[in-house]
Nanobody, 121 residues
Framework: QVQLVESGGGLVQPGGSLRLSCAASGSIVSIADMGWYRQAPGKQRERVAVITRGTSTNYADSVKGRFTISRDNAKNTVYLQMNSLKPEDTAVYYC???????????????WGQGTQVTVSS
């Protein structure tokens, strides 16, 4: 009953910017960590950025200084602002959320379906 819906992907030229959004909905009590992963063809899925409920953040070295993760707890939404995009940023980007569900119990990770980001001239 929890789903994550991503938006904001697309085609952009090198040096350009995109802003990804991911909204969680359903039987949610609260959300702990939220974040973004990406997977390029022939590569393992890698963590891009993570943000805790208290807004502590962690970034992959490859995106530090270019990407910014943020969240709006009232909207159960996480964002990824991507600036100075490079061709190597091309990948499918997946959001995730560690959700405490209605009915109690430990958190469970949920994943979005992915949104394509292509950086090319």
């Amino acid at each position: 009953q929890v789903q994550l819906v991503e938006s904001g992907g697309g085609l952009v030229q090198p040096g350009g910017s995109l802003r990804l959004s991911c909204a969680a909905s359903g039987s949610i009590v609260s959300i702990a960590d939220m974040g973004w992963y990406r997977q390029a063809p022939g590569k393992q899925r890698e963590r891009v950025a993570v943000i805790t409920r208290g807004t502590s953040t962690n970034y992959a070295d490859s995106v530090k200084g270019r990407f910014t993760i943020s969240r709006d707890n009232a909207k159960n939404t996480v964002y990824l602002q991507m600036n100075s995009l490079k061709p190597e940023d091309t990948a499918v980007y997946y959001c995730y959320a560690a959700v405490f569900p209605q009915g109690g119990g430990r958190f469970r990770d949920y994943w979005g379906q992915g949104t394509q980001v292509t950086v090319s001239s």
